[in-house]
């Protein structure tokens, strides 16, 4: 788990400086980028579904995907023009985001009581990750292919270490493939209520303008005169871990609505507290919004993972949660790609010398307006009241096995 996430966070946070400063690519170029995780989301449960699942041990295909994964990201680093870097990072997410997926279930599969004893392996998946930024940051490589290289170093320890890992048979018999395997009728059929397909929405809808986070923050803290930006990026994984100790309690006591409105309302906040920061006495501002990641990923994408996981039935709770994946980390995350880089374009000033500039107030604001507007939406239509008696007549009418 925390190799798994080291190389992602060692490349992924700062390749918008990368891009822009040493390579000069437009916004568009960066957010396309950026993007190409979400169409490794869009796929990944189909070749998870279609191979992982019958036709390989998952050890093995987690060594050859992080192996392979690891000489595309080199060639990668070396590229200079747009077309065959975005082409090299494409084909990089194809490999590294079935991984995720992939990495949970064998994780799942040699547990005893997966339950409690999944937590405090996954959150080394997240000491990774801060790691990762700690050591690029002090290293002051962002603007460098650096990043990108020392990930694909880690990225080829992490495939051969794969291979000594437990043996783990695929569970599905080989055979003719099904849509219905992935996304059952029965899941699609839980969105026919309003709370849910307003969920779903309002989910779809937030990761737009999050993609502004993911694929610009680097860059505009760099911009700003922020030292150590990448460094100081991790508070936001600090807080993660923090915030996740607080769900319970919070839980018990505001309900579903009222956090994930919190979470969708922390969005807007640090955008707009990033609109009117800056590097000298309002730099609090700049980290208030890196620290509020702790309720703008808990709040929203936490709450809603156990939202989906009370609602549905119990036959269909990992297909409702990666449709809501897809949704989200796939095409809500696509559209916001392309519009982030689109705002980014349009609010592009050359620096006082010349250099490349953005209008960061503008383009911060552009993104927590539009949180804002889908908070203000989901306040007014979302009521999780109802929601658990269609699950169960969903569950009544699904099928039992064939005796």
Known sequence: MFLQYFVWGAWYVTLGTWLATSLHFTGQQIAWAAGSTAIGAIISPFFVGLIADRWFATEKLLGVLHVTGAMILWLSSRATSFGPLYDGVLA????????????????????????????????????????????????????????????????????????????????????????????????????????????????????????????????YLNEIGIHNAAGKMTGGQMSELFCMLLIPWFFRRLGVKAMLGVGMLAWALRYFLFAYGDAGTLVWMIYA??????????????????????????????????????????????????????????????????????????????????????????????????QSRLACAVANRRPGPRQ
């Open 92 to 219: 990089y997410c194809l490999c590294y985001m079935p991984t995720l997926a992939l990495t949970n279930s064998l994780a799942f599969r040699q547990m005893q009581q997966p339950q409690l004893e999944f937590g405090p392996i996954r959150v080394f998946g997240t000491f990774g990750w801060i790691v990762a930024g700690m050591i690029v940051g002090n290293l002051g490589i962002e603007a460098t292919a650096m990043p990108m290289r020392l990930a694909a170093a880690c990225s080829l320890v992490l495939g051969l270490y794969c291979f000594t890992l437990p043996r783990t048979l695929p569970l599905a018999a080989a055979g003719e493939f099904k849509l219905a395997q992935i996304v059952p009728v029965e899941a699609l059929q839980l969105f026919r209520a309003r709370s849910m397909a307003v969920f779903a929405l309002a989910s779809f809808l937030i990761c737009i303008p999050l993609q502004f986070y993911y694929a610009f923050t680097n860059l």
């Open 289 to 386: 919004g890196i620290l509020l990641h702790g309720i703008c990923y808990d709040f929203f994408f936490v709450v809603g993972q156990i939202y989906i996981d009370r609602e549905s039935p119990v036959a269909l709770r990992a297909a409702t949660q990666g449709l809501i994946t897809l949704l989200t980390y796939g095409a809500g995350m696509l559209v916001g790609s392309w519009l982030s880089g689109r705002v980014v374009d349009r609010f592009t000033r050359p620096g006082p010398f010349g250099e490349p500039g953005h209008d960061w107030a503008a383009i911060w604001t552009f993104a927590g307006g539009a949180s804002a507007l889908v908070l203000v939406l989901f306040l007014f239509t979302f009521s999780d009241l109802g």
